[in-house]
């Protein structure tokens, strides 16, 4: 019998509610593909917020469960922002550079809306903290702590992780009906055999990561 899958938990986030504060769980998608940008998500809920049955990991969720999820999501949260890295940004610096990139838009995003200041007064919180999926990363440029298997953990991230690759993958499907051929409906960016195939014969496109194994190995010929 296949071991049940983690539930992430609020124990993270009741903590920061009984120290007057508000949790912003932050989460990426994106660092494996040869195409597309890095997304990441910022997802603040209010304080003793009831979770929505179901959010867990959304590597563990088919693209239905995520699209299932996110209208409760949605309602129950205080704020979400989304932010990205661009394919250039992720080819001028490096994957992890453009990831905290992202992570620190989004963030930014959350801290300067009008509904997150609002809400935190309503709340009666008096300041906020940052978590993050996996480690901790200096290049984001904020005060945060991570996580380490954060979207099978905390409920925050694990929200935020939905949300960041259900839009992520959405712009990929866009993406795909420009650039037929990669199967980019299918795989979203990731390095599949037909990805890659397509890579070798159809060359790559201004999507493609042009730092990154199969498109380099194209892009020196």
């Not at 867990?56 to 999820?69: F, G, I, M, P, V």
């Not at 042009?210 to 498109?215: I, S």
Request: hydrophobic share 45%; with cysteine; proline share 5%.
């Amino acid at each position: 019998m296949a071991a049940a899958q983690p539930r992430p938990n609020l124990k993270r986030e009741e903590a920061a509610w009984s120290r007057r504060r508000l949790l912003i769980g932050v989460d990426e998608v994106g660092r494996g593909p040869l195409a597309g940008p890095v997304v990441a998500a910022a997802v603040v809920f209010p304080a003793w917020t009831v979770p929505v049955p179901g959010v867990r990991d959304s590597k563990t969720l088919s693209e239905n469960q995520r699209a299932e999820l996110l209208p409760g999501i949605k309602a129950s949260a205080l704020l979400i922002t989304v932010a990205a890295a661009s394919v250039r940004e992720v080819d001028r610096y490096n994957i992890r550079v453009a990831t905290a990139l992202a992570m620190r838009r989004a963030v930014a995003r959350t801290c300067a809306a009008k509904i997150f200041k609002d809400g935190v007064r309503r709340s009666g919180a008096t300041s906020y903290q940052v978590l993050i999926d996996g480690l901790a990363m200096r290049e984001c440029g904020f005060k945060h702590e991570g996580l380490v298997d954060g979207d099978a953990l905390c409920y925050s991230i694990a929200a935020a992780g939905i949300v960041a690759k259900q839009v992520r993958d959405e712009l990929m499907h866009r993406l795909a009906v420009r650039y037929p051929g990669y199967g980019w409906e299918h795989n979203v960016g990731y390095g599949t055999s037909e990805h890659c195939d397509a890579i070798d014969s159809l060359g790559p496109t201004r999507h493609h990561r042009k730092t990154f194994g199969p498109v380099a190995q194209i892009s020196l010929f």
